[in-house]
């Protein structure tokens, strides 16, 4: 149980355009999803966090109007890279917790690895 | 300061020895705790929690947690190649289920 999914793996687009990644709850309904976004070598760095019908909250410095985070139901969480750049290139990936679940524990996602040319 | 600290590494260990990964968190407020192991490209898997002082065994796996030193360890007893990885050491409290992740230890198990 618990299973997180990611879409796409992996994605490669040009500089200026916007990519669209999904993070899946399969076997669970998830309240709340989080973003993160890893660079080589480095730690997990938190984006946001998502909840189900109300609008996410971004982690300071991060910028809103170019991470679009939506969580439209208890199975689904998208997260927009609009105009994207090539210092956006990055691992992206999405967790969810599990409601009532041991508490604070996070499932991740395998992660979508995004290359901008 | 940071408010959770892992020691860099690489750890490098021979199989079948005992490799012991150190975390400290600034935070007294913090409630949970968490392991995770991550293979170079994947994400991240949990491997252990522990929420209360003491010792957790799982398989090869031990936590251990101090509250009062605001620490929290991992044992991971005979060794394997394949336990080699970055593990990344998870601060939880009570601001929403967020975590706050360590920079990560990089383990290296030597055959």
């Known amino acids: 149980g618990a299973v997180v999914s990611q879409h796409p793996s992996w994605v490669i687009c040009k500089s200026g355009t916007s990519v669209k990644i999904e993070c899946r709850s399969l076997d669970f309904q998830a309240t709340t999803m989080f973003w993160y976004r890893q660079f080589p070598k480095q730690s997990l760095m938190l984006m946001a966090t998502s909840n189900e019908g109300s609008k996410a909250t971004y982690e300071q410095g991060v910028e809103k109007d170019k991470f679009l985070i939506n969580h439209a139901s208890l199975t689904l969480s998208t997260l927009t890279v609009t105009s994207a750049h090539p210092e956006d290139s990055s691992f992206y990936i999405c967790?969810?917790?599990?409601?009532?679940?041991?508490?604070?524990?996070?499932?991740f996602g395998p992660g979508t690895r995004l290359t901008v040319l | 300061q940071k408010e959770v600290e892992q020691n860099s590494g690489p750890l490098s260990v021979p199989e079948g020895a005992i490799a012991s990964l150190n975390c400290t968190y600034s935070?007294?407020?913090?409630?949970?705790f968490f392991w995770y192991r991550q293979y170079s490209g994947k994400s991240p898997e949990l491997i252990m929690s522990?929420?209360?002082?003491g010792d957790k065994e799982d398989g090869r796996f031990t936590a251990q947690l101090n509250k009062a030193s605001q620490y929290v360890s991992l044992l991971i007893r005979d060794s394997q190649p394949s336990d080699s990885a970055t593990y990344l050491c998870?601060?939880?409290?009570?601001?929403?289920?967020?975590?706050?992740f360590g920079q990560g230890t990089e383990l290296s198990v030597k055959p």
């Open positions: 522990i929420y209360s002082n």
């Open positions: 967790s969810a917790q599990v409601p009532g679940y041991s508490y604070n524990e996070q499932f």
């Open positions: 935070d007294r407020g913090s409630q949970s």
């Open positions: 998870a601060v939880g409290g009570n601001q929403g289920g967020k975590l706050i």
